[in-house]
């Protein structure tokens, strides 16, 4: 069974960047596509963009200036880098594995950015 | 980007009542690429139906969808204790993909 565990800091000071980590247990990172997906109580459920085990991306237009995603075949781990955070990505952060649908998903994890 | 919009915003229900959500796209979603969710508090969105009416593997036979173009739908035949939640779908025919702002089922 495929599980999926966002990891990183839950506290981001505005203007800073936004790190996390997704690891990938129960199965390979390699041959599939790995999306982050974030769910604010203001946006909703908002796509932030995928990453394909070959590295190519594909960002949501609306963040693709700051966003940066990055995979680690060794570690199992993909990984997602937002940069000059506001209040407004406070959102819940959800790693999944991408088949255009989403069938595996993290548990999420809080971000939350102070100004 | 498609915009995607459900219907109602909340409805209320009991158990055992049949219940039909609707998502309408802004535009055409080809070869019906729109998918449903269920959501509970405190966890993760549940893959229900992909493909606009395909049931993803466990999914019980009293959840169907149906649509194309833009207007879909999430029928729940009748409702157990375990449906009452949150319903989203989602387009994945063009980038970016996008979700519904949901639809809240619970109980009257």
């Known amino acids: 069974q495929v599980q999926l565990q966002e990891s990183g800091p839950g506290l981001v000071k505005s203007s800073e960047t936004l790190s996390l980590t997704c690891t990938v247990s129960?199965?390979?990172?390699?041959?599939?596509?790995w999306s982050w997906i974030r769910q604010s109580p203001g946006k909703g459920l908002e796509w932030i963009g995928y990453?394909?085990?070959?590295?190519?991306?594909n960002y949501n237009p609306s963040l693709k200036s700051r966003l940066i995603l990055s995979l680690d075949t060794s570690k199992n781990q993909f990984s997602l880098k937002l940069s000059s955070v506001t209040t407004a990505d406070t959102a819940l952060y959800y790693c999944?594995?991408?088949?255009?649908?989403?069938?595996?998903w993290g548990q999420g994890t809080l971000v939350t950015v102070t100004s | 980007e498609i915009v995607l919009t459900q219907s109602p915003g909340t409805v209320s229900l009991s158990p055992g009542e049949r219940v039909t959500l609707s998502c309408r796209a802004s535009?055409?979603?080809?070869?019906?690429?729109l998918a449903w969710y269920q959501q509970k508090p405190g966890q993760a969105p549940r893959l229900l139906i992909y493909?606009?009416?395909s049931r993803a593997t466990g999914i019980p036979d009293r959840f169907s969808g149906s649509g194309s173009g833009t207007d879909f739908t999430l029928t729940i035949t009748r409702l157990e204790p375990e449906d009452f939640a949150m319903y989203f779908c989602?387009?994945?025919?063009?980038?970016?993909?996008?979700f519904g702002q949901g639809t809240k089922v619970e109980i009257k």
């Open positions: 493909g606009a009416s």
């Open positions: 129960g199965g390979s990172i390699s041959g599939y596509s």
């Open positions: 535009q055409s979603v080809s070869s019906s690429y």
């Open positions: 999944a594995r991408d088949g255009d649908f989403f069938y595996y």
């Open positions: 990453i394909k085990s070959t590295g190519s991306t």
């Open positions: 989602q387009q994945y025919d063009t980038s970016p993909r996008t």
